[in-house]
């Protein structure tokens, strides 16, 4: 059984519909549904059932999971990087994460886990996805803490070597409607061009970037999804691994992109970043993604301008969703 956290959401329910391509339906949803459209990503997607996320974890500590369990993607997290509520931040991206890979190892079961470039801080470190390194990196916000947090204890207790970590660096792509704030800025900006022909970015507050020249990572979810099937299907490979392009672009370039595939004239208005957002603000980040190249993924990473293309063509101009593709 492949037991997916977060199957539900925007990562989980695009990977989903990849592993029902390729055959595999034998797959256990962990996930709170909530009152939101997130039922919709699920609409066409082949499973077999699917569990509350607190249900789930009284599963595991009664010793009570009711399926032989061969792998588990751990995608399920708060992902809110201005989330305030450290206890539930810690409960949610911690704890849970430490039951789950405390199942799966017994169990000799597959662990991959979502990690997150916001660990990486400021990036006066680099952006190396080097586990030797990991004790150094001061994340800006309680979001990345929380996920630095369940990287280190894997490195304490000696097991980063027998799971797979995946730092994901700005995902963006179909399936995150019901996101709201957190949708990524390609849906947004989308929103806001077609229907004002102008969109909104925050100013820089530092020199040595004007603004919209903040740069970052952006990685297209299919990309994204394809890294984690590499994993999923090579079992030898451990170890903890940036999932980006491994090039940065400013977030002009983003929205340009935008305007130039919605045939319209590039429309900037720059506004004031909330005060405390700005000391907590990433304003560069890159993946290194030479250590995922040398533990043999190949495939070519679609570009910026080919999957905002994509993205806005084939999705959100018809409102459409990758199980109902």
Known sequence: MIVITGGAGFIGSVLISKLNKLGYENII?????GCEEKWKNLNGLKFLDIYHKDEFYNLIMDEQVPFNVDTVIHLGACSSTTEKDADYLVQNNFRFSKELVKYCL????????????????????GYKDDENEIEKLRPLN??????????LWLKKME????????????????????????RSV???????????????????????????????????VNDAVEMILHFFENHEKNGLFNV???????????????????GKTPKINYIDMPEGMRDKYQYFTQADIEKIRNAGYSKPITSLEEGIKDYITNYLQK???VGLS
């Open 244 to 262: 980006g392009t491994g090039t940065a672009r400013t977030w002009n370039d983003l929205v340009t992109a935008i305007f130039k595939v919605l």
């Open 106 to 125: 017994p169990q000799r079961a597959r662990f991959i886990y979502a990690s997150s470039a916001a660990t990486y801080g400021d990036g006066s470190l």
């Open 159 to 182: 097991i980063d070597e027998k799971v797979v970590g995946l730092k994901f660096f700005n995902v963006y792509g179909p399936n995150e409607y019901h996101k709201g704030e957190m």
């Open 319 to 321: 409102y459409k969703y």
């Open 186 to 220: 390609i849906n947004k900006a989308y929103e806001q061009i077609t229907a004002a022909g102008e969109v909104s970015l925050f100013k820089s507050y530092k020199k040595e970037y004007k603004d919209g020249e903040q740069k970052r990572d952006f990685i297209y």
């Open 142 to 151: 309680m979001y990345g803490y929380s996920k630095q947090m369940f990287d």
């Open 29 to 33: 949803i962990v996930d709170r549904l």
